[in-house]
């Protein structure tokens, strides 16, 4: 479509459409379908004058008394019919209405009435979003402020208890560095002991072979003291040497209980350390418990901090809606200034002009009382052209009665005509219609 189009009505909706939405009262009940078609009448015009009564950008203290009234609605209608898509409205539209002129004038106003209702619904919609939006930066406001008092009071030490906080520090730090060097120790102790393990481990070994090789030697003498009848001196320093490794065994296992002994008192010392160190794991165990607290406390604290970031973010977009907002009400607000503006001077242009007609109907009035001398002149010729005139009468008379019966017969035909362009409108819609569908 090469151009913005408006649909138009039928009469009984459009009778319909204003009796329930513009007009009230007795001009509602009083206003029927008669006033439209196939005749319209000039008080088919209530419509636009009560329309622009309830308008205040277009309303007018004109009293219908006064001489310029219809001059005042005409005037007003224009500045107002352009936004129904309507130009070419003009002065005869008001005073000797069409059908289908006033048909279309009145389905236009209706178009934009509907469009109206729509767009201050969804106005409606936009402020009530605005207040609900508001509301909740107000709440995110309040929450943002109660989490910053909360994080301050989290992070802040209070100072009567700053001294402990500072003992606290300065203990953990002892603590710590104890730690460290009493690991350090035990680690050398566990190395210690490993070595101590392992020479343990390598003398059994020792001390089971020596074993074994006793038992073979016991087992060898007595298979020799049961085959050979041995000397007595061989005998004795068999024996003496047998005392001898007796002996030397002896003192080898004695030795061998002494370091035990002192190995024992090593894994004492040891186990008294380990329990020590249980301790101090103890205490390190409570201080991991205490640092995975404040870590959750600083989690929280940055999490509050991401949220106070967000919504100092919607704040900003709230803040420029708004300030949008105000710049589309400053730049309306302007623009009615200078309509204002443009009034007053249409006003004082039209006061002018008043001026100048009064001005014109005094010198009319004098031209009146000079013309009143040449009429009376005139009226005695007149009285010569009346017997004159009742001839022309008669004759008028009748070619009026043809003219009113050619009149009748165009005013049907007319009619059927309007009739026929409707029905075939709406064939063209509906062809129009399946022709989008296939489409």
Aim: proline share 2%.
């Amino acid at each position: 479509m090469a151009e913005n189009t408006f649909p138009v009505y039928s009469a009984d909706a459009i009778v319909n459409f204003y009796r329930t939405e513009v007009l009230t009262g007795q001009e509602a009940k009083h206003f029927t379908k008669s006033d439209l078609t196939p005749h319209p009448k000039v008080r088919s015009a209530r419509c636009y004058r009560f329309y622009l009564q309830n308008v205040p950008r277009f309303r007018k203290k004109v009293k219908p008394g006064k001489a310029n009234y219809i001059m005042s609605w005409k005037g007003s209608l224009r500045q107002f019919l352009p936004m129904c898509l309507v130009y070419d409205f003009s002065l005869n539209d008001l005073l000797a209405p069409k059908k289908q002129r006033t048909l279309t004038i009145l389905s236009a106003i209706m178009n934009f009435l509907h469009f109206r209702k729509q767009r201050m619904e969804v106005v409606l919609e936009k402020q009530t979003k605005f207040r609900a939006d508001m509301d909740r930066l107000q709440a995110y406001t309040k929450g943002i402020r109660e989490a910053e008092k909360k994080i301050e009071m989290l992070t802040t030490i209070p100072p009567e208890q700053q001294a402990e906080a500072d003992e606290l520090a300065a203990a953990l730090s002892e603590l710590q560095a104890t730690t460290m060097h009493e690991y350090q120790e035990v680690n050398a102790k566990n190395d210690s002991i490993t070595e101590w393990k392992a020479t343990i481990a390598e003398k059994t070994q020792k001390l089971a072979q020596v074993k074994l090789d006793v038992s073979n030697l016991k087992e060898d003498i007595s298979k020799l003291k049961s085959q050979i009848v041995e000397s007595p001196e061989e005998l004795k320093s068999q024996m003496e040497k047998m005392r001898e490794n007796v002996k030397n065994m002896k003192n080898s296992i004695e030795e061998t209980d002494e370091r035990v002994v002192e190995l024992q008192n090593m894994v004492q010392g040891v186990t008294h350390t380990e329990a020590e160190i249980q301790q101090m794991c103890s205490l390190l165990q409570d201080l991991e418990s205490s640092m995975s607290n404040t870590k959750q406390r600083l989690e929280e604290h940055q999490e509050l901090m991401a949220q106070y970031e967000k919504k100092q973010k919607e704040l900003k977009n709230l803040c420029m809606e708004e300030g949008q907002l105000k710049r589309a009400l400053g730049m309306k607000q302007d623009k009615e200034c200078k309509q204002n503006i443009r009034r007053q001077k249409k006003r004082e242009m039209k006061e002018q002009h008043v001026q100048e007609v009064l001005g014109q109907c005094d010198q009319i009035h004098q031209k009146r009382e000079d013309m009143a001398d040449k009429i009376q002149e005139i009226s005695a010729e007149t009285q010569k052209l009346k017997t004159s005139i009742k001839s022309l009468r008669d004759v008028c008379s009748k070619e009026t009665e043809k003219a009113q019966a050619l009149y009748d017969t165009l005013s049907t035909s007319m009619d059927e005509l309007h009739k026929r362009i409707e029905m075939h409108t709406m064939d063209l819609k509906l062809s129009l219609t399946k022709m989008s569908a296939n489409f």
